[in-house]
């Protein structure tokens, strides 16, 4: 008796430690929602600086939803803030890498900023965005995660128990081509989403050849330049054009997709 | 310890005393400029020669801007040790070398002017150099070898032959220049130029490479759009002057000017890399620089005569269409009006494009597509625009014909496209709000014409929440290992169980000791014949366990029986004692309770169990 009660004021204290758990989440979630919406009325009433001062907010906060950052980007390209506009849609479109209105707005600030416009994806790269998007990379993962847990559940359980021996085959091979398929787009999503790349934030940036404030000035990057980052020291980052042209530039001056 | 490696570690340290002993040397700095003279399509490279102990350490000043001179790249470094016979003694001398690529941006003298370079302590300067820059390109006598690289790494990967080819070896690098065709020096703002690079190259019994600008092409001035060109599959063969040249097309990009009057393209250099044999183990890739000629353009701004007041700034030949999806329905219904504009022209250059507003309807966020591409006469498509419009009341309401103004250079004329308008007949429903609020303000929005705004704001409809990168979370990986974990272990017990299942005498066993535990954990002081079920549990497990026959359990037995599995004797005999106590506690009670028998069962039996 003793023995049953304890273990009841164990399950009763996890059950409310999970309510409480829960309770902060979905008040935090309100709040998050709150700002959003304030960032949104902002922007709707064309007071664009106070929606950047919301989402900006949000996003020091650790939010991330595709939404926010296509907000963000509305936001400062209202401001005329291009670069940064663009460094925001940017971070959006990893996210949400088949979203149509990301890619016009990109496009559009593209030409705003004078750059070469991106090439057009092919038909796999369209295919291939349109299943990356239908969920975030962490969706990606949680996916995979499960058809992995669901694929070895399924063994477990042929392993456990004789009856019903072609379900539990049917199982393990839906649970296995499931997991085959979500592997490698979790896997791709999380490589595009950790792609290192940067946008120049500074018009007619100097790209140094040296990581040295008097190195010589190899080349200027356009504002709002997309570049690849290939290391960085100290406050300075190593990064590199298509064409190979590479160099150092100070870490302020750019900002990390 | 040999008489050959005792002499070998004498001289080693008397080369090292000298070495302590020998004087310092002060340090010596050198600049090295080649060629000189430099052709306008030749490589120069300049090089910063430190020699001395202290060359390791030299600071190297940030080379200067130098007038006449573009850098062609980061400084590239290398480094060498020496050890010569200075003076009767040993002295290590370090030798740095910096150099720096560049491009001659004219004829004539350029000079490079002093640098200051600071080694150990001391700061040397070093003698200005000049450079004769003469037009077009040295030729042979040019520094071969493979195209230099900003790698640090690369020389530790490059082919030490290179250099002894370039050495001994002079090639031959065919007459190359870089020219640039417009289709077109004048023409109206807005119309397409299409600009052609193209590289000429004389005979030559080697091949190109690679070929890109030196730097970014300057269109100040222009809308550009590229065109796509392979300089391979487009080479052909010209003939000028009694000489046959190759003609690779470089690039081929369309211009729209975006201002008026005399624009001039300027002088663009180009990078090319040419393999003078096709065996390219025995011959060194060349690096030239061959530059164009600056190209006027004349740019006429279009006609004021004859310019309607709402002309659309499209230059080309356009056509409008308009079309809605429903042409009945309610108050309140969705009707998708798309307007298209197709054609040939300045169709990305464009500004936003006069649509008229459909009053009778409230207009809701828009779509625009843009399907336009270039091609060699210039660009052309459509650009669509789709609105939807919600009817505010019930009757026959109008959506408004279009109407665009356009310039056809062909012609020289201001023409007008048109399209109908369409009647949308609406039934009664439920009037929509003139006013909306503001969770309905994130949804509506002004209409966008076609690529010239952004996309409205969003909403997140499943509420936002703080992200973190799952794929760096402990708690993932570790739900990951545990399944396959679990499944490992179910696997092992599994293989255990079948083969138990093939030995049952070797599962029985195994059971015996599980089972006294059950039956012994279960007895309560109170039970009548708890003494009796310790007896029979404790019989059950010695025949279980030992084979022992339960109907005729004797200390003869007992003894004969456990000796066969090689029990200890005072194992055996506290077996006998605790057989007999409970034997006897059957009758007369036994100190300690049921309780204190079941333990000392117990023990004995994990004694035994472990003794076996």
């Not at chain 1, 200027?220 to 300075?236: C, D, F, K």
């Not at chain 2, 004389?202 to 222009?222: D, K, L, M």
Request: proline letters at 6%.
């Amino acid at each position: 008796m003793k023995r049953r009660s304890w273990r009841a004021h164990v399950v009763g204290c996890a059950v409310a430690l999970l309510a409480c758990v829960a309770c902060t989440s979905a008040v935090r979630a309100g709040e998050l929602d709150t700002v959003f919406e304030d960032g949104n009325h902002a922007y709707a009433d064309g007071h664009f600086a106070d929606a950047v001062a919301s989402y900006q907010r949000l996003v020091d906060q650790g939010v991330r939803d595709p939404a926010l950052l296509f907000n963000l980007g509305d936001a400062l390209y209202r401001l005329d803030r291009l670069a940064e506009a663009r460094l925001a849609w940017e971070r959006a479109l990893r996210r949400a890498p088949a979203d149509a209105d990301l890619a016009d707005n990109l496009k559009l600030v593209i030409t705003r900023l004078g750059l070469e416009p991106l090439p057009s994806p092919s038909w796999p790269e369209r295919v291939l965005d349109a299943a990356l998007g239908m969920t975030t990379p962490n969706g990606w993962l949680i996916w995979t995660l499960l058809t992995w847990l669901a694929f070895h559940t399924a063994l477990a359980a042929s392993w456990v128990t004789t009856r019903a021996r072609a379900a539990r085959a049917v199982v393990v091979v839906i649970a296995a081509v499931a997991f085959a398929v979500a592997a490698p787009l979790a896997w791709l999503s999380q490589a595009r989403l950790l792609r290192p790349e940067a946008v120049a934030l500074s018009g007619a940036l100097p790209v140094l050849a040296a990581p040295a404030a008097g190195a010589t000035s190899l080349f200027t990057l356009p504002l709002g330049e997309r570049v690849r980052v290939e290391g960085e020291q100290g406050e300075w980052m190593h990064v590199s054009l298509p064409n190979g042209w590479h160099g150092w530039v100070a870490v302020a001056s750019v900002g990390r997709i | 310890m040999s008489l050959r490696r005792v002499a070998a570690t004498a001289v080693v340290l008397a080369l090292t005393l000298l070495g302590v002993t020998a004087r310092a040397a002060p340090a010596r700095v050198t600049v090295d400029v080649d060629p000189n003279p430099v052709g306008t399509s030749d490589r120069l490279r300049v090089s910063i020669v430190v020699e001395g102990e202290d060359a390791s350490d030299a600071n190297l000043p940030a080379f200067p801007v130098v007038d006449g001179l573009r850098s062609l790249g980061g400084a590239s470094t290398s480094e060498s040790q020496n050890v010569v016979i200075d003076g009767g003694g040993f002295r290590r001398t370090v030798t740095r070398t910096i150099s720096y690529s560049f491009l001659p941006e004219r004829a004539g003298d350029v000079t490079i002017p002093a640098l200051d370079v600071t080694v150990g302590k001391q700061t040397v300067r070093t003698q200005p150099q000049t450079v004769h820059v003469i037009a077009g390109s040295v030729g042979a006598g040019q520094s071969g070898g493979r195209a230099p690289s900003n790698d640090p790494f690369d020389s530790l990967f490059r082919d030490p032959l290179d250099s002894v080819r370039s050495r001994t070896r002079t090639v031959d690098v065919p007459e190359m220049s870089i020219r640039r065709t417009a289709s077109a020096t004048h023409v109206y703002a807005g119309e397409p130029i299409r600009l052609t690079v193209e590289l000429w190259v004389g005979p030559g019994e080697g091949h190109i490479e690679q070929a890109g600008p030196v730097s970014g092409t300057e269109r100040s001035g222009f809308w550009v759009e590229n065109l796509k060109t392979d300089p391979r599959a487009t080479a052909r063969t010209e003939e000028r002057a009694g000489r046959v040249f190759t003609v690779f097309t470089l690039s081929q990009d369309l211009l729209y000017a975006t201002q008026t009057g005399k624009l001039v393209l300027p002088a663009e250099s180009w990078r090319v890399v040419y393999r003078p044999s096709a065996f390219s183990l025995l011959s060194p890739a060349q690096e030239i620089f061959p530059k164009s000629d600056e190209l006027p353009l004349d740019i006429d701004p279009l006609p004021t005569a004859g310019r309607p007041a709402d002309f659309s700034g499209l230059v080309g030949q356009f056509e409008v269409k308009s079309d809605v999806d429903r042409e009945r329905g309610k108050v309140g219904d969705a009707v998708t009006w798309r307007i298209s504009v197709s054609g040939k022209g300045n169709l990305r250059t464009a500004g936003e494009l006069p649509l008229p507003k459909p009053d009778a309807f409230e207009v809701f966020s828009s779509k625009a597509n843009d399907d336009v591409h270039a091609s060699e006469t210039g660009l052309e498509g459509a650009r669509t625009t789709e609105q939807v419009l919600i009817p505010r009341s019930a009757g026959t309401l109008t959506v408004p014909p279009l109407a665009l103004s356009y310039f056809d250079p062909h012609d020289r004329v201001y023409k007008r496209a048109e399209a109908p308008g369409h009647r949308i007949v609406v039934e009664g429903g439920a009037p929509v709000p003139a006013v909306v609020g503001p969770a309905s303000q994130i949804a509506t929005a002004r209409p966008v014409q076609q690529g010239t705004d952004i996309r409205y704001i969003k909403s997140a409809p499943g509420g936002l929440k703080p992200e973190r990168d799952l794929s760096g979370s402990t708690s993932i990986w570790l739900l990951a290992l545990l399944a396959p974990a679990a499944n490992v272990g179910l696997w092992w017990r599994r293989q255990r169980t079948m083969a138990e299942g093939r030995d049952p005498l070797r599962l029985k066993r195994r059971q015996a000791l599980a089972q006294l535990e059950k039956t012994l954990s279960v007895v309560r002081d109170d039970e009548s014949d708890a003494l009796a079920r310790i007896s029979g549990a404790l019989v059950t497990f010695l025949h279980d366990r030992f084979g022992i026959p339960r109907v005729e359990v004797t200390a003869a037995r007992l003894r004969e029986g456990a000796a066969e599995h090689g029990l200890p004797s005072d194992r055996i005999e506290d077996l006998v004692t605790l057989l007999r106590e409970l034997d006897a506690a059957r009758f007369g009670g036994v100190s300690g309770g049921a309780a204190g028998v079941a333990k000392r069962v117990r023990e004995l039996a994990k004694l035994l169990e472990a003794a076996s």
